[in-house]
């Protein structure tokens, strides 16, 4: 709102506050349908069932959630749930998740998601599909679990990886690299007292240090309700991400143990290759398509920190980099990201489509007949053909637009060599 709001913003104001005081708030939570397909030791895998006027075709999505946090960062609510974008375009949509995690998850490593809950999902969805190659995409720890399951497993059916806000090189984010000195110094064993005897991580612990990444917006925050009362979308969105923070998961002591030790204290990300166990992974051994994102204004994972995998990934077939506007989670599913985000998914899914997937989707679009010039027909769109209400126009100045910003895969390939 304006310093001295118009009439027409307090009225929009008034009606947005009567409104989340009268039906509880503003913001649409209700889940997109689901079914559940197949369940395991921490592992959930869902098929999202699709709309009675939209038919699946193509190859399928898995959606990867990170330890900690739950699986509303792909369906945080609807008109910015990218789940609800895959399902009104039709594509098969699917999700793996982990379930309530408690203490006596304590013994359980990171190996038991990157070896057994990943693979598994992957290969469920691709025999619930068809047997179609899956297009693979892990937000934060997800991407890092999904890429180093593709490293460890090149027979899994994977069509390619999407890589959104996963730090490789942990140097990079501010919240850490003070930290790192200390904890050489002190070999963090009060941390890892403190974490052995909770069992992990617990939920009310998660949840703060989520908050504190957001930094200033926490301090600020009453101030912008009050600048933004009269933004439905925007009030609705708060009302979405706080749900989003009031659900996060416990840690696994074990797990939490390993990203402490590997990836905070010793950066073992940023060389591509992390020891589980004994078993050594390397990123290196990625073959598939990659699609990496960074966001703009991530404080927890910023764009440097995402960037380092690029030159980690030498053998994939082709490894592409986009920095898009946004936060941790907003370049996920925030109101840019429909914009941004998901058009980039979209164009990378369908160029890597199975021939027939392809085929089928340029048939439906193509005329069946050449037909000679002529004057445009006015002529109604049919459902088919006729553009969603929610579909946004790609905001082309944010996507890759600068190339230090942006690689191709022989951009990507070129800087793995340089010394």
């Known amino acids: 709102m304006d310093l001295i709001p118009k009439p027409d913003q307090v009225a929009s104001a008034a009606s947005n506050v009567a409104h989340k005081l009268l039906y509880g708030g503003l913001a649409d ?3 997109m349908p689901r079914t559940l397909i197949d369940d395991g030791p921490l592992r959930e895998v869902y098929h999202y069932r699709p709309q009675k006027k939209t038919r699946e075709t193509g190859d399928p999505v898995l959606l990867v959630t990170p330890l900690a946090a739950p699986a509303l960062c792909f369906d945080l609510r ?3 749930s990218l789940v609800e974008h895959f399902v009104q375009k039709g594509r098969p949509t699917y999700l793996v998740e982990y379930g309530e995690i408690s203490f006596k998850n304590r013994r359980l490593g990171m190996e038991h998601w990157v070896e057994e809950v990943v693979p ?33 497993r090149p027979d899994l059916p994977i069509a390619s990886l999407t890589v959104v806000g996963s730090p490789f090189d942990v140097k990079q984010v501010p919240m850490v690299a003070p930290l790192r000195p200390i904890l050489r110094l002190t070999d963090g064993g009060i941390v890892t007292q403190l974490y052995r005897m909770l069992g992990g991580a617990p939920k009310p612990l998660v949840r703060r240090a989520f908050q504190l990444s957001s930094g200033t917006k926490m301090i600020t925050k009453p101030i912008a309700i009050l600048q933004n009362l009269d933004d439905s979308e925007w009030l609705a969105q708060i009302e979405a991400v706080d749900r989003f923070t009031d659900n996060m998961i416990a840690y696994p002591g074990r797990s939490f143990g390993q990203l402490y030790h590997r990836m905070l204290k010793h950066n073992q990300l940023l060389g591509g290759k992390v020891d589980l166990s004994g078993h050594e992974i390397d990123v290196a051994n990625i073959k598939v398509p990659v699609l990496i994102f960074a966001g703009n204004t991530d404080g927890i994972a910023p764009v440097n920190s995402v960037k380092a995998m690029v030159k980690l990934l030498t053998n994939a077939h082709e490894v592409r980099f986009e920095i898009v506007p946004g936060g941790h ?13 998901w058009v980039v998914m979209d164009e990378w899914i369908e160029q890597y489509s199975t021939p027939d997937d392809r085929s089928a989707r340029t048939t439906r679009k193509a005329p069946k007949k050449p037909v000679a010039p002529r004057p445009p027909a006015k002529k109604k769109p049919t459902p088919r053909t006729r553009k969603p209400a929610e579909e946004v126009a790609p905001d082309r100045s944010a996507i890759g637009s600068n190339r230090e910003r942006r690689f191709a895969s022989a951009s990507s390939r070129n800087l793995a060599r340089k010394p």
């Open 29 to 31: 939570l209700r889940p």
């Open 329 to 341: 989670l907003g370049m996920l599913t925030g109101r840019a990201a429909r914009g941004t985000t």
């Open 78 to 80: 609807r008109g910015c």
């Open 120 to 152: 598994e999902a992957i290969k469920t969805v691709s025999e619930h599909a068809g047997n179609r190659p899956v297009h693979v995409i892990g937000w934060s720890l997800g991407g890092i679990f999904a890429a180093l399951a593709a490293a460890d």
